[in-house]
């Protein structure tokens, strides 16, 4: 800033004295010393301030590089904590997908393969995005499946979650939970909803959800939260969902919304999961412009019919 300043007092001054000098100029050899020194000193401190401002423009550049080295190595170990295979003998199929809208994710998902013939199934949302919204998430995962290797029910993980969360972010953050036990041979969902999206299901009696009944985690800490049950039918379609997928285009006035979802899956509710996922994703795309405001989330499930191999 003073080297600014300097500069254009002295720029100023040049040309002042060329303005009011200029029938001096070939008679005043003080006044041509003077104007050419002026000259001379403003050009070199031009010339400094060039050579500081293209220091700093490369001190931003390596700072920014190193800040995208740093993102880009929290993508990676976020990446790693979503299941990289789903439990082959759970008698579901799954596919799931989560795309950070700002390089890396308040979202999670998960499939925990647990004591005997059951399945845990988990999609939570951490308010706030970027950085913080990644750690408290990795944090939740962590916990979480902590908790389901103790073989705890649904009900006492979730009451256990949100009394941690409050801990850890004394009621500043909170986080929305779905989170199942699946038996596939009892063919029964038990679950907890902590203020989640509900969660669509399509079977054999058409579109229904599984509604939330309780608030988000981490706002109250006693909160009790109850688990219910749904009994599951063979080929029976389990969408799970962040608030991304339905809110896309929310801020241009232009929300996709649950209804839009719900009459896109059952109309390819029989086709293979990755196709069904491929479809919403690239529909949301269109819709958004392929500019999505909140980092995306979904999960599918389907029960395997009776008799089939787990493969």
Known sequence: MRDKLYTIVILAFAGVLLILGRGLLRESAVFNFGLTFAGTTAAGILGIALYRLQ?????????????????????????????????????MEFSGVCIPARGVSGDYYDVIPLSGSRTGIAIADISGKGISAAILMSNLHAVLRTLAASDARPDTIATRLNRHLHQVTQGTRFATLFYAEWDCV????????????????????????????????????????????????????????????TDAGMAKGMEFGDTKLAALVRARSQEPLPEIQKHILATVEEWTKHDFEDDFTLLLARTRALGKEDA
């Open 55 to 91: 220091l700093e423009l490369r001190a931003s550049r390596q700072e920014l590089a190193m800040k995208q080295a740093e993102l880009n190595f929290a993508l990676e170990v976020q990446l790693s904590l979503f299941p990289r295979e789903f439990p082959p003998d759970s008698g």
């Open 186 to 245: 009892t063919h029964r969902l038990t679950y907890i909803n902590a203020g989640h999206n509900a969660p669509i299901v399509v079977g054999a009696n058409g579109v229904k959800r599984l509604s939330a009944a309780s608030i988000p985690l981490g706002i109250f800490p006693d909160y009790e939260i109850k688990a219910t049950e749904a009994a599951l039918d063979p080929g029976t379609l389990l969408v799970l969902f962040s608030d991304g997928v």
